[in-house]
């Protein structure tokens, strides 16, 4: 099941025009943009405390990894994503991450063209370009780690931005994360995803005690993650 049948309409108008905007950044950005991105395009533009919430571990995050400086912030970074994409700058121009982030960098935002863009917009974009980073960094598949933000966002207590550079530095992400929150995956897929985060960063199976949080974490993540479906269908009525 996809991403639109399994929300439903519930993100059509809002995923649709954030998946349009993200995805002039750059071809690499696709997936994410009609995927993953429009997804939580949908639940930040409903929600407002989960984009704030999403918008700090981002940063921390992607600043923790190097892939953003210290003085860069993801909506900001978005925005320049989205504007530079105006200006016919995208991410197929550049042989690798790096170089697209230093053209960003020298890019000069314009203030009133940044209102033409919703901060959900701005933050997906900023999320979307946090990815390719982080996946260039690691040598990952192309949108093997799309998906990444969705357990930070449905346990943030958990899922912290230390706890989350561990697992993708052990290469222990790349299921299918969005299935697994909707508790879509088969009973076996679901133990694959599992089990794939049951080792710390250094390859060793966690002990007893810490396997049994992540699963109560893990549990409490699909309970929290239908919570806020329910939250963002009735902001909807």
């Known amino acids: 099941m996809g ?9 059509n108008s809002v995923g649709s025009a954030i998946s349009s905007a993200v995805s002039n950044i750059g071809s690499a950005l696709s997936s994410f943009a009609s995927g993953v991105g429009a997804v939580i395009g949908g639940v930040i533009e409903a929600l ?5 919430a999403i918008g700090s571990f981002a940063n921390a995050f992607l600043r923790g990894l190097g892939i953003f400086k210290q003085d860069e912030a993801v909506e900001d970074m978005g925005d320049r994503a989205l504007q530079a994409a105006d200006e016919g700058i995208t991410m197929d121009q550049f042989d690798d991450f790096e170089s697209y982030m230093n053209a960003l960098r020298n890019f000069e935002p314009d203030p009133e063209k940044s209102k033409n863009y919703s901060p959900g917009t701005k933050l997906v974009a900023g999320l979307g370009v946090g990815t390719k980073g982080v996946e260039e960094k ?19 207590e958990y899922f912290t931005p230390e706890r989350m550079q561990g697992l993708v530095s052990a ?5 299918d994360t969005f299935a697994y929150l909707e508790k879509r995956l088969t009973g076996g897929e679901s133990r694959t995803f599992e089990k794939a985060l049951e080792m ?5 199976v966690i002990d007893a005690d810490k396997r049994g949080e992540l699963y109560q974490a893990l549990e409490d993540a699909q309970d929290n993650w239908s919570n806020m479906m329910d939250k963002v269908d009735a902001s909807k009525q």
Request: aromatic content about 12%.
């Open 138 to 156: 690691f040598n990952a598949e192309p949108g093997s780690l799309d998906s990444m933000w969705l357990l930070p966002m449905a346990n943030p």
């Open 3 to 11: 991403f639109w049948s399994s929300v439903g309409s519930l993100f």
């Open 171 to 175: 290469g222990r992400l790349g299921g």
């Open 200 to 204: 710390d960063k250094s390859g060793n």
């Open 48 to 52: 407002a405390p989960v984009a704030k």
